[in-house]
């Protein structure tokens, strides 16, 4: 093996090319006794020939290799980043799979996740599906779908990518040099970004991205703490949801007062699991209207959150109070 023209070690490898159907490895072999030497760096491109080329150090070409008729496989690595299959520019269709990790490296696009270019719902998909642990995300992948800049991939970084897809952003937190949000501004954020991604037409794809985000959010872990969240929309015109999360089970109730401290609204939750009450289908919905069903006017609004809990450590009353905005 050459790594800029100079010899580095030799293995004796008797193989018919032609003929074989066994695998060939480029870089370390699969069986003993050599099963633990890999080639470890970046390779340029690969040359297989049916003649010794070299004997001894040479100085590596400027151009890239070409075939010639002693060419038996030839790969340049010209595929997108990230890529795993490589194609043979000889002729002789010799596909070769990168394994232990190796693939097409490079620096992707905030966003672009799949590296074809381009920021798509797919990308999305891509880092939901690295969440949950069915992908596993090259290390340039996770780069560009952590476009909040925090250092991991989280179900925020899927929703921006998709807020993306949808032109309500055309930046990501990372490119504007924001700075980096603890869990909570994360919770608060994403619950933002959910519903005005749905509050316009989406496409196939996009839809289903978005329950899949959705479904991600209600599947998370519970909550480290109690709290309530910003409504959403907001300000809003007739209805609004209220996000909130509970570290506990607890019997939930929700209040609704004007600027003058006057009680409009009670709503009545009941005893909710501990878990994170986030989307349209598991915050609590308030419809704009009063104790007596009329609609209330346009103005300044507060909703406080009471959760009782009932036995063990925790066991005691939270609230919280947070500002909404009726504006008809």
């Known amino acids: 093996m050459y790594i800029n023209g100079e010899n580095k070690n030799t293995f004796t490898v008797t193989y018919d090319l032609a003929n074989s159907a066994e695998m060939f490895y480029v870089g370390g072999p699969p ?100 969440i949950v642990g069915l992908i596993t995300l090259s290390p340039e992948q996770q780069q560009a779908a952590d476009v909040t800049g925090n250092g991991t991939v989280t179900a925020l970084d899927a929703a921006l990518i ?70 959403y929309p907001n300000p809003f015109n007739p209805e609004t949801w209220i996000p909130y999360e509970l570290a506990q089970d607890a019997s939930v109730t929700i209040r609704i007062y004007n600027v003058k401290g006057q009680l409009i609204c009670v709503l009545h939750l009941g005893k909710k699991n501990a878990s994170v009450y986030m989307t349209k289908d598991k915050a609590a919905h308030w419809d704009g209207k009063d104790s007596l069903g009329q609609s209330v006017a346009s103005g300044l609004y507060f909703y406080t959150l009471q959760v009782e809990h009932h036995g063990g450590n925790g066991a005691g009353i939270f609230t919280a109070t947070r500002k909404m905005v009726i504006m008809k």
């Open 162 to 231: 998709l807020q993306y897809t949808v032109g309500l952003i055309t930046h990501f937190p990372v490119q504007q040099g924001a700075p980096v949000l603890t869990a909570k501004d994360e919770n608060q954020i994403l619950t933002k970004t959910i519903a005005e991604i749905e509050n316009i037409p989406l496409t196939t794809e996009q839809k289903q991205v978005l329950e899949q985000l959705k479904h991600l959010i209600g599947q998370q872990s519970i909550p480290a703490h109690t709290a309530l969240l910003q409504s």
């Open 31 to 130: 069986l003993p006794p050599e099963d633990n030497v890999y080639f470890d760096g970046v390779i340029d491109e690969i040359r297989v020939s049916d003649v010794v080329r070299y004997s001894d150090n040479f100085t590596p070409p400027l151009e890239p290799f070409t075939p010639d008729a002693n060419t038996r496989a030839l790969w340049h690595f010209d595929e997108p980043i990230c890529s795993t299959s490589f194609e043979d520019s000889s002729g002789n269709s010799n596909t070769l799979t990168g394994e232990n990790g190796a693939h097409i490296g490079g620096e992707l696009s905030v966003g672009d996740v799949s590296g074809n270019g381009y920021v798509t719902a797919y990308d999305a998909s891509l880092a939901l599906q690295h």
